[in-house]
């Protein structure tokens, strides 16, 4: 999933649209995967430098960051240091002490100090700071997909990513089995509907019982990955966007592909009594989707707890 800071969303009439990446954007996908393989042996400055060069040309920076940070998963920096950083600043800060440091002449005699102490020659300086982020050194960049399969995946974490700040989501699939068992092992509570068109399970975050909050907006995300892997399926979900509640709606029909593996989800929880309730609800509800009733409330749960 991306960050709240790279969503592209689209709130035109009041809805909440995902700006999904089109097959046009292959060739940026390219060059962002081009740059990360290039970069191999360079600071992780200098990529950021390449990267920021690629944004001032492309028409929206946030894609090219978003592009980059799916890249971020499988790339591998290290620090390149003959000594351990932490090491070098405390031995040369006292080395600084020690001789009092105002001018020029008497940093270089504090360095040579402290490279005395450190048993190394002049590559004090070097070590001083190369455990900053910007001056790792990028030692693999191992990328399991092309730039489609970038693009795919841009797209699925954009989608998720505008699901964290769902208070609720109404699904509509054709494998509705599968989408029961990832409810549950996700913790949310749920309530199966019958409508016009066809029975749709109304998903919400366990914590809603008691309060607003946000918490669970990720268990909503990786919902999604179930939900799309459905032949057939919709989802509407009621967003609150800083205060103002606003309606996403998604589908088989948009560009949102899963990949084969789905990692394991932990779901943790504000309080014990969330816990709790999520662990008879886990008990109380039947493996199969055939509720005896057209809904399945909270009521009817604590009917079947006695």
Sequence with gaps: MLTKDLLRVSRAGGGYHPQFAG?????????????HQGHVGETRGALDGALDGIEREADDYKLVR??????????EYAVDAPVDPERTRRVTFEAAADVGVVTESERERALNRAADRLGTAAAVETALYADLDERQVLRTVDVPYDPGGLIDRYNLSLAQTALFDATSVRVRSSDPKALVSAVKRLGLMYEIERTDAGREVLVTGPTALFRSTRR????????????????SWTLTATIDDRGTERTLDLADTDPVAVPDAEPVADVTYDSGVEADLVAASAAALPDEIVPDDDVLTLAALADRRG
């Design 216 to 231: 669970y907006g990720t268990g909503f995300a990786r919902l999604l990955r179930t939900v799309a892997k459905a032949d």
């Design 23 to 35: 097959r046009d954007s292959r060739s940026l996908a390219a060059r962002v995967i081009g740059v």
């Design 66 to 75: 978003g592009l980059a940070k799916l890249l971020d998963r499988h790339v």
